[in-house]
């Protein structure tokens, strides 16, 4: 797993629940819903890919439900919810995430999104666990995270299953998840940055 200032601060307990924690669940509010309207066009675009993206999108529809016991542990109002400004730099892994259900092959966006689900689910056990430790969040609370850093072997099937079925462009492909991986850096950075 990448080293992620952001994350390694959460892991020592040392990041401010109104602050870092509330900002990390507000932009969350606006990834989730961007990338399950992705994850369905793409499932409308490819028969043999469709279910990979459905169990993703379903995937982000379920994870909604649980961001909200996350943000109010965090003591994010409406108000604040309502009138939050997203950060651009935070923004970009949704936006590329829509590009990618635009513009790539639904066998190159499979390939790109499943290269960063080890560093993502990575990040969401490490912050599940200082959750708990440091801050005293209840399961309900840490639900999100928990959410993504399970494994899921049928989501695995599924991916294995659209790219056995499809040609892929490796190097796009490969480019795709770079990009993907390096927008997802970027989130992190970028929250980093903004929050004392």
């Known amino acids: 797993m990448t080293e992620n200032p ?3 601060l959460i892991a020592r307990g040392e990041t401010d629940r109104t602050t870092t924690l509330a900002a990390l669940a507000l932009e969350q509010s606006r990834v989730i819903p961007a990338d399950r309207r992705a994850f369905l066009h793409l499932a409308q675009r490819s028969a043999s890919a469709a279910p990979f993206f459905t169990l993703l999108a379903e995937g982000e529809a379920l994870a909604g439900e649980r961001l909200g016991a996350f943000a109010a542990a965090c003591g994010v109002t409406e108000e604040q919810a309502a009138g939050h400004e ?3 730099g935070c923004q970009a892994y949704p936006a590329f995430v829509a590009w990618l259900a635009l513009n790539a092959a639904p066998a190159e ?3 790109a999104l499943t290269a960063n689900f080890s560093t993502w689910g990575g990040y969401c056990a490490t912050i599940a666990e200082a959750l708990r430790r440091h801050y005293g969040f209840t399961d309900e609370a840490c639900a999100f995270f928990d959410f993504f850093a399970e494994p899921s072997p049928e989501l695995d099937r599924q991916a294995r299953a659209a790219l056995e079925a499809s040609e892929l462009d490796e190097a796009r492909a490969h480019r795709y998840a770079r990009l993907l991986q390096s927008y997802e ?5 970028t929250l980093h940055a903004a929050t004392p």
Do not use: D, G, H, K
């Not at 850096?185 to 950075?189: D, E, L, T």
């Open 6 to 8: 952001l994350v390694s």
């Open 86 to 88: 997203p950060l651009p």
């Open 185 to 189: 850096n970027q989130f992190w950075s």
């Open 109 to 111: 966006a499979v390939f």
